[in-house]
């Protein structure tokens, strides 16, 4: 039965019913389809048990599965037929299709139907779902168990020639999409981070710098949530998992810079060792020295100072105050 609409047409979702066609089980990541699209050699149409079995798909929809209308063309062809005195189902399948065909203004004639040889292989049935477009990814799924049950239902009552209807619509392809990329959210933060210490590790050689520039990246990647989550009120989708993944080569990026640079300076760098003597005669301490009575130097087009300094600086303090 149908069901009275609530969303616009533009917010509904279409479903569509498949006869005839086999689609490969997967995709590969890399290369071409190894088995393409073909037609199901057991879809016979012109058998009668076959084409009731098409017809009861759109004659026996329940309400639970939210359908407004249809483009369902076995009811158009059984009221041709009935309509010149004629039984449905046709004993006579593709000679009375084609004066159907051919007699026919439908669009739905025209492009739900597949023909070879003057023969139709697969078809199809369309329907406007009230069901919006941008739901959930578990909501979404949670519908399309709906229409799951439904059709192995039909296939199940059905004769082996018209068995292998299944059904597809975009939302199911999001919806999949988005629960795996959700559902492997944690995983992919954890092993970037891991990844991430590892290459700290064997840049700087220290152990401690490495825990510490991880503990940033957790702070940072926590800030990043709670803005997400708390301040913005955002549902967490795919593009804020994207955003969250990213973030963290961001942050490992620039703190392996400064640790990397902190690292590689030791007591003996003359730079340091200049800052210290300048500052001592000025009688400032350690930290003073090395910090606030560092020599200027022009670096990177004309720039005096730069972060690079203040690492070198940092560096002997904790030297000369360990």
Request: charged letters at 20%; a negative charge; one cysteine or more.
């Amino acid at each position: 039965s149908y069901v009275t609409p609530t969303l616009e047409e533009r917010e509904r979702i279409s479903v569509a019913v498949v006869f005839g066609l086999l689609a490969p089980a997967s995709s590969p990541l890399v290369g071409p389809q190894e088995h393409p699209w073909s037609y199901d050699p057991s879809f016979e149409p012109q058998n009668p048990w076959a084409q009731r079995a098409m017809y009861d798909v759109c004659d026996k929809l329940p309400s639970s599965l939210r359908v407004v209308s249809d483009t369902c063309w076995t009811r158009d062809f059984r009221g041709w037929l009935t309509g010149k005195g004629d039984r449905f189902p046709s004993r006579d399948f593709d000679k009375d299709l084609i004066s159907w065909y051919h007699g026919s203004s439908l669009l739905i004639a025209k492009t739900d139907l597949w023909y070879m040889n003057s023969k139709v292989v697969a078809g199809r049935f369309r329907f406007d779902v009230d069901v919006h477009r941008e739901v959930l990814g578990e909501t979404a799924l949670a519908f399309k168990a709906l229409w799951d049950q439904y059709m192995d239902e039909r296939n199940a009552e059905a004769s082996v020639t018209g068995d292998g209807a299944w059904h597809t619509s975009a939302l199911w392809v999001r919806a999949e999409a988005e629960i795996a990329i959700i559902s492997s959210t944690e995983a992919t933060i954890a092993l970037s981070i891991a990844c991430g210490a590892l290459g700290v590790l064997l840049f700087t050689m220290d152990p401690i710098l490495t825990v510490l520039v991880m503990l940033l990246v957790i702070g940072i990647m926590i800030g990043l949530g709670f803005f997400i989550v708390s301040i913005m009120r955002w549902t967490i989708g795919p593009i804020e998992v994207i955003a969250l993944v990213v973030f963290v080569g961001y942050s490992v990026t620039y703190s392996l810079h400064i640790a990397h640079d902190y690292a590689r300076l030791g007591e003996d760098d003359a730079d340091l060792l200049a800052a210290e003597a300048h500052g001592a005669r000025h009688g400032r301490s350690a930290l003073g020295i090395c910090v606030g009575a560092m020599p200027r130097q022009t670096v990177a087009g004309g720039k005096e100072g730069s972060g690079v300094d203040h690492l070198r600086a940092m560096r002997l303090a904790r030297a000369r105050t360990a």
